[in-house]
């Protein structure tokens, strides 16, 4: 056992001695290996030395060499374009509608960039180059406008309008699929670079055709209406008063708004936003031209005829003001034009109102007679039916009265005034808003006319009547027509709001019954008698306080009893008289007739029967002199009415 033990001892020292000269033999070579890098590291200092400008070279070569290549490539860039002129050449030549519009709009956009480039560069040797792009480039753009021009144009015939308006359709527009391609070229004449220098910059190109053939459509198209409104507007008796509505003006506006805004719509689906108030106005503006020379000739109609055709004035400022803010909205563009047109109007619809007052005192002034029955005169009827016509243009005439003061308007100097002052504007919305006191305006200018009219009929009257009752008369049945029109009208709702109106024709009816009733005192003097309490006692009374009228005659002298007689004489020889007339001699409105019926009855009766009562004796019911006993009395007086 020991000898095994010993054996595998001895071959573990054998393994260490030889690992132990193993490490020897390494770290000589280690040794060896550090010598040598001494030596390298020495030998290898003048080789760097050596090479350091060398590679400095190298690195200033590298750079130059990236440099030559872009400068190639910026060659070949700016050459490039050069060497694609043959195929754009060959698109442009063929046009648009044989390579289709998509393909021939990228080869111009090709075209205008590579221009970019070459112009950018130059280089002498793209000048010949630029030259034959630019002429591709012009030629492009006139084949484009010829396209725009060619597709607007197709099957464009001017439409009627009334076929729209009855049938309550849209105005035709462009189909979607034109409106596309006219939106592709006009996005490219749009441009800066398409834009023709010899043109304002405000109008494109595509805007000028467009409103060139579009501005066409619109004037021939709205052309019957003008002519219908012209027409239809002259269409009545010279004295005849306007009535809403028989002028085609109303109907033209409403085919100038229905066409203008379907037109409005082809236009944004064609433009950029930015240009449509452009377009709009360029577009809209022949036929707006047209509508304005409409309108002067309008005008000059009602000028000639003021007094019955300013309604028709009010109409259309009502109808243009409302149609020109609805179509300002929409571009914004409007607004001027209809403002002009509307200017020598509203200046009519101005001086109207003055007229119309100062023709009430002419037309009374020259009536050379007036009714010898009383009755009233046809012109009282004629106002209140201008006045009630006022009634349908609250709008218009409350624009038109907010730019006077309270009143002035029975001014001929202040309405110039007002018509020297007044912008080229359309009225503000605020002064078409109805409010109270635009309805006090209205009811203070209808009671200025009314009053007018009475004072100077009332005044004729008393030049021309020959008694003061028949002059009564004539003036509660003006008074009388003026009330009644009235009350069966809207003026009633206008005059209701207004301070005192009522009592104003309250005051001229009261007038007209004073006077009417100033010829029926005669008889009620002859029923006045004169008591004399200290000469006689009171006279007896029956039973029930009822006088006894024999024993009042038992107690006068024979010359008061001749006095009694010719009393009853003579009231009844006036009463007759008065009864007479008032039947068949005066002609008197039924309400007038009622009414100063009840106020001679309210006057005699009274009278004639305390007078009836105390005297009645004096012919013992022979009717001699007592002809009407109290109930006959009532039953004349009620006949009256």
């Not at 009622?594 to 001679?600: D, G, H, I, T, Y």
Request: aromatic share 8%.
């Amino acid at each position: 056992m020991m000898t095994a033990r010993n054996a595998a001892h001895a071959e573990e020292s054998a393994e260490v001695e030889v690992l132990f000269a193993e490490a020897a033999k390494f770290e000589l070579i280690s040794k060896k290996i550090k010598a040598s890098q001494a030596r390298l590291e020495n030998g290898s200092q003048p080789l760097k030395d050596a090479l350091k400008p060398i590679y400095s070279n190298t690195q200033s070569l590298q750079v130059m060499n990236g440099n030559i290549d872009k400068i190639l490539e910026s060659i070949d860039k700016m050459l490039g374009p050069s060497e694609d002129k043959g195929r754009e050449e060959r698109i442009i030549r063929a046009g648009p509608e044989k390579v289709g519009l998509p393909d021939y709009l990228a080869s111009l956009k090709r075209i205008d960039r590579s221009l970019a480039q070459m112009s950018s560069s130059n280089l002498r040797v793209n000048q010949q180059a630029i030259g034959d792009f630019n002429e591709l480039l012009g030629e492009g753009n006139s084949q484009l406008q010829a396209l725009f021009r060619s597709i607007l144009g197709e099957k464009v015939q001017p439409v009627e309008p009334l076929h729209y308006l009855t049938k309550e359709i849209p105005f035709p527009v462009l189909q979607q699929e034109k409106a596309s391609k006219l939106g592709l070229i006009d996005s490219f004449l749009s441009s800066t670079t398409a834009r023709d220098a010899s043109y304002s910059s405000r109008e494109s190109l595509s805007v000028r055709i467009y409103a060139e053939i579009r501005g066409a459509y619109l004037s021939s198209s709205l052309h019957n209406l003008s002519a219908a409104s012209i027409s239809t507007s002259k269409r009545k008796a010279s004295d005849e008063i306007y009535r809403q509505g028989t002028s085609g003006i109303g109907t033209y506006a409403q085919g100038l708004e229905g066409i203008f805004s379907a037109e409005f719509g082809n236009i944004s689906a064609i433009f950029a936003r930015e240009n449509w108030g452009v377009a709009f106005d360029a577009t809209c503006r022949k036929a707006l031209a047209e509508f304005a020379k409409t309108l002067r000739e309008l005008n000059m109609h009602i000028k000639q005829n003021l007094a019955t055709d300013c309604f028709l004035a009010y109409e259309i400022l009502e109808i243009v003001t409302n149609i020109g803010y609805r179509l300002d909205q929409l571009s914004g563009q409007l607004k001027l034009p209809f403002a002009d047109a509307l200017k020598p109007i509203k200046e009519n619809a101005k001086s109207s109102l003055a007229e119309l007052i100062e023709d009430v005192r002419r037309r009374v002034s020259s009536m050379q007679t007036l009714p010898a029955d009383g009755s009233a005169i046809p012109f009282t009827s004629d106002l209140m039916t201008r006045m009630q016509t006022m009634t349908l243009y609250p709008q218009s005439l409350a624009s038109i009265m907010a730019s006077f003061g309270d009143g002035d308007w029975t001014s001929l100097a202040a309405v110039s005034a007002s018509n020297h002052n007044s912008s080229t504007s359309l009225p503000s919305l605020k002064s078409f808003d109805v409010g109270a006191d635009s309805s006090q305006l209205l009811a203070r200018y209808i009671m200025d006319t009314i009053e007018t009219l009475l004072t100077s009929l009332d005044a004729k009257s008393r030049l021309f009547l020959k008694s003061k009752a028949l002059s009564g008369v004539f003036m509660a049945n003006n008074v009388a027509v003026i009330d009644r029109m009235i009350r069966s009208s809207d003026l009633a709702t206008v005059l209701g709001s207004a301070n005192k109106a009522a009592q104003k024709i309250e005051t001229w009816r009261k007038r007209g019954t004073s006077a009417y009733l100033d010829s029926w005192r005669e008889p009620c003097s002859a029923l006045m008698d004169v008591q004399y309490t200290s000469r006689h006692a009171r006279p007896p009374s029956g039973n029930n306080g009822v006088i006894d009228s024999a024993a009042v005659i038992k107690q006068l002298g024979s010359k008061d009893k001749e006095t009694i007689k010719e009393k009853f004489k003579s009231f009844n020889t006036s009463f007759d008289e008065l009864s007479a007339r008032h039947n068949k001699g005066l002609q008197m409105e039924r309400e007038v007739r009622s009414q100063l019926a009840r106020e001679v009855q309210a006057m005699i009766e009274p009278l004639y029967a305390r007078f009836w009562d105390r005297y009645h004796e004096i012919d013992k019911g022979k009717g001699k002199y007592v002809k009407y006993d109290k109930g006959t009395l009532s039953a004349v007086l009620a006949s009256l009415g």
